[in-house]
């Protein structure tokens, strides 16, 4: 069993930068693949980038690459999403799942987080 809770969503301007932790409790979690998903009202959960047990070679959506960098500190148990260049469209309800593939799929996690909402004002 895994726990995740999300954190450090809030409002900000168009252009600015937040960070967003997810934080895992278990000690399973370094078997997990971490992705960083997003949801809009009235949309799909969507892909936003996920790293692998290690912290090795992160994937992104393409409309957040090199504006967004995750990073996971297993000693910590907790994955980072920093987020740059912030526009409207990156408005959303972010959450963190774990699961046991590198999939860009939200049915591939088994877990997930509450979630943390960010938005973007313009």
């Known amino acids: 069993q895994l726990q995740l809770i999300e954190s450090g969503g809030g409002l900000v301007q168009a252009g600015g930068s937040l960070r967003l932790s997810c934080v895992a409790s278990g000690r399973t979690f370094i078997s997990y693949i971490i992705g960083w998903f997003r949801q809009a009202p009235g949309k799909e959960r969507e892909f936003v980038a996920h790293i692998t047990k290690n912290g090795g070679v992160p994937l992104y959506e393409p409309s957040v690459k090199g504006r967004f960098t995750i990073s996971r500190d297993n000693a910590q148990n907790t994955v980072y999403l920093q987020m740059n260049s912030l526009n409207a469209n990156d408005t959303a309800n972010y959450y963190c799942?774990?699961?046991?593939?590198?999939?860009?799929?939200?049915?591939?996690?088994?877990?997930w987080g509450q979630g943390t909402q960010v938005t973007v004002s313009s």
């Open positions: 799942g774990a699961g046991r593939y590198y999939s860009t799929e939200a049915h591939d996690y088994d877990y």
